[in-house]
C-alpha cells in the first residue's frame, strides 16, 4: 500500500489495487505475446518467446506517487529517475485508483492500433504524428516491473475540472 502525503495529497493505492494493475497490464501482455493483437491496419502482431511477467516495484510506485502529487503534467527529468515514464490524465470519469490505473494501461496500449503500422522485425512505422512511446513501455519484453501513483488534481491539469492523474515507471531486465 502507498500512502504518501505532499502539498496537501494525500492518495491511496491498495495492494487490490496494484495487484489489478498488474493483472490488466499481463492480460494486455499475455494477447501479445499470444499473437492476438493487432496494428492499426488490423494487421497481426508476432507473437512474443520471450515476454516477462510484470511484478509491482513498490519504489518506482513512491517515486510514481510523489510526481503524481505535483499535478504538473509533464514527464519528470530523466535524471531524476532511473525507469522509463507514462502520463495519464483523465477528467469526467471515476477518481478511484484502479478504474484510473487500468484506464491508463487500456489509453497507453490503443497507442499501437490508434497510430501504427507493423513492419516485419518489430519495426513500427507511423504514417501520422501519433505517438507509441507509451505502447512499447508496456509492450517491451523485457519490461518486469511497474509502479505507480494516482492523484486528483484540482484545476492544474484542466482548467476548472478535477483531473484524475497517473503516473507509473516502469523498469526493464
Given at each position: 500500500?502507498?500512502t504518501?502525503?505532499?502539498?496537501?495529497?494525500?492518495?491511496?493505492?491498495?495492494?487490490?489495487?496494484?495487484?489489478?494493475?498488474?493483472?490488466?497490464?499481463?492480460?494486455?501482455?499475455?494477447?501479445?505475446?499470444?499473437?492476438?493483437?493487432?496494428?492499426?491496419?488490423?494487421?497481426?502482431?508476432?507473437?512474443?518467446?520471450?515476454?516477462?511477467?510484470?511484478?509491482?516495484?513498490?519504489?518506482?510506485?513512491?517515486?510514481?506517487?510523489?510526481?503524481?502529487?505535483?499535478?504538473?503534467?509533464?514527464?519528470?527529468?530523466?535524471?531524476?529517475?532511473?525507469?522509463?515514464?507514462?502520463?495519464?490524465?483523465?477528467?469526467?470519469?471515476?477518481?478511484?485508483?484502479?478504474?484510473?490505473?487500468?484506464?491508463?494501461?487500456?489509453?497507453?496500449?490503443?497507442?499501437?492500433?490508434?497510430?501504427?503500422?507493423?513492419?516485419?522485425?518489430?519495426?513500427?512505422?507511423?504514417?501520422?504524428?501519433?505517438?507509441?512511446?507509451?505502447?512499447t513501455?508496456?509492450?517491451?519484453?523485457?519490461?518486469?516491473?511497474?509502479?505507480?501513483?494516482?492523484?486528483?488534481?484540482?484545476?492544474?491539469?484542466?482548467?476548472?475540472?478535477n483531473?484524475?492523474?497517473?503516473?507509473?515507471?516502469?523498469?526493464?531486465?
Amino acid at each position: 500500500t502507498t500512502t504518501t502525503t505532499t502539498s496537501g495529497c494525500v492518495s491511496e493505492s491498495t495492494a487490490a489495487d496494484e495487484q489489478a494493475m498488474v493483472d490488466y497490464i499481463n492480460n494486455l501482455r499475455s494477447n501479445l505475446a499470444r499473437g492476438l493483437e493487432t496494428d492499426k491496419n488490423n494487421q497481426p502482431m508476432d507473437a512474443a518467446s520471450n515476454m516477462l511477467k510484470m511484478q509491482w516495484n513498490s519504489s518506482l510506485a513512491a517515486e510514481s506517487q510523489a510526481w503524481a502529487c505535483a499535478c504538473v503534467y509533464a514527464h519528470s527529468s530523466y535524471a531524476s529517475r532511473n525507469a522509463g515514464e507514462n502520463l495519464y490524465a483523465q477528467y469526467g470519469y471515476p477518481m478511484d485508483v484502479e478504474s484510473n490505473f487500468e484506464r491508463a494501461a487500456q489509453a497507453w496500449w490503443d497507442e499501437l492500433q490508434g497510430n501504427w503500422t507493423y513492419l516485419s522485425n518489430n519495426v513500427f512505422y507511423n504514417n501520422n504524428t501519433g505517438v507509441v512511446g507509451h505502447y512499447t513501455q508496456l509492450a517491451w519484453a523485457k519490461t518486469y516491473q511497474v509502479g505507480c501513483g494516482f492523484s486528483q488534481c484540482p484545476n492544474t491539469i484542466y482548467a476548472g475540472q478535477n483531473a484524475g492523474y497517473v503516473v507509473c515507471r516502469f523498469l526493464e531486465t
